[in-house]
T-cell receptor, first 115, second 116 residues
Framework: AQTVTQSQPEMSVQEAETVTLSCTYD???????LFWYKQPPSRQMILVIRQEAYKQQNATENRFSVNFQKAAKSFSLKISDSQLGDAAMYFC????????????FGKGTRLSVIA | KAGVTQTPRYLIKTRGQQVTLSCSPISGHRSVSWYQQTPGQGLQFLFEYFSETQRNKGNFPGRFSGRQFSNSRSEMNVSTLELGDSALYLC???????????????FGPGTRLTVL
């Protein structure tokens, strides 16, 4: 079974600084998608960024970028120029393209942003 | 497009009662998934519906059930509520693998269920 591991339960970053959240996953599949979701204290889960495994280029969305290392099964999220609004739980998730399997989530990393 | 909506947002029930939660997906999305989120267990997959058919089910007891209607709206039902069912229940919709977004799931705000 596929698993997703986020080894940092909590992290903090100073406003305007850069922070990297780690995620590793275990799979025997070759074609899959990886996601980072953000869940602010208001509880609405928001998609931050999506990476297709067959694409070598790392995805970016404004201040958010990923470092996708397929061989190492690593998918870290970098947040640049951190803002107070970035404070949230961040979940890494995986979904294979083969078969109808559900999205698999990590346990999450709680990010605090210090003014 | 309007996002995923869930009703009600908050619910308080007592043990033994049953509850029905509703989810309306993003217009055009035919897949709806349900998750239970608790501080201890994190996000756990309940089930997924696509075109009124359940195509995946998580490891939950039979007290948890769901269905999807022809307009893609979905409901989940929990019967004989237990204290441990207190959780945030999240619904997510997706446009399918042919949508060009990798069947990305978009979440609703959730229903906070408290069982007393």
């Amino acid at each position: 079974a596929q698993t997703v591991t986020q080894s940092q339960p909590e992290m903090s970053v100073q406003e305007a600084e850069t922070v990297t959240l780690s995620c590793t996953y275990d799979t025997s599949e070759s074609d899959y998608y990886l996601f980072w979701y953000k869940q602010p204290p208001s509880r609405q889960m928001i998609l931050v960024i999506r990476q297709e495994a067959y694409k070598q280029q790392n995805a970016t969305e404004n201040r958010f970028s990923v470092n996708f290392q397929k061989a190492a099964k690593s998918f870290s999220l970098k947040i640049s120029d951190s803002q107070l609004g970035d404070a949230a739980m961040y979940f890494c998730a995986y979904r294979t393209t083969s078969g109808n399997t559900p999205l698999v989530f990590g346990k999450g990393t709680r990010l605090s942003v210090i003014a | 497009k309007a996002g995923v909506t869930q009703t009600p947002r908050y619910l308080i029930k007592t043990r033994g009662q049953q509850v029905t939660l509703s989810c309306s997906p993003i217009s055009g999305h035919r897949s709806v998934s349900w998750y239970q989120q608790t501080p201890g267990q994190g996000l756990q997959f309940l089930f997924e519906y696509f075109s009124e058919t359940q195509r995946n089910k998580g490891n939950f007891p039979g007290r948890f059930s769901g269905r999807q209607f022809s307009n893609s709206r979905s409901e989940m039902n929990v019967s004989t509520l237990e204290l441990g069912d207190s959780a945030l229940y999240l619904c997510a919709s997706s446009g399918g693998w042919t949508s060009g977004t990798g069947d990305t799931q978009y979440f609703g705000p959730g229903t906070r269920l408290t069982v007393l």
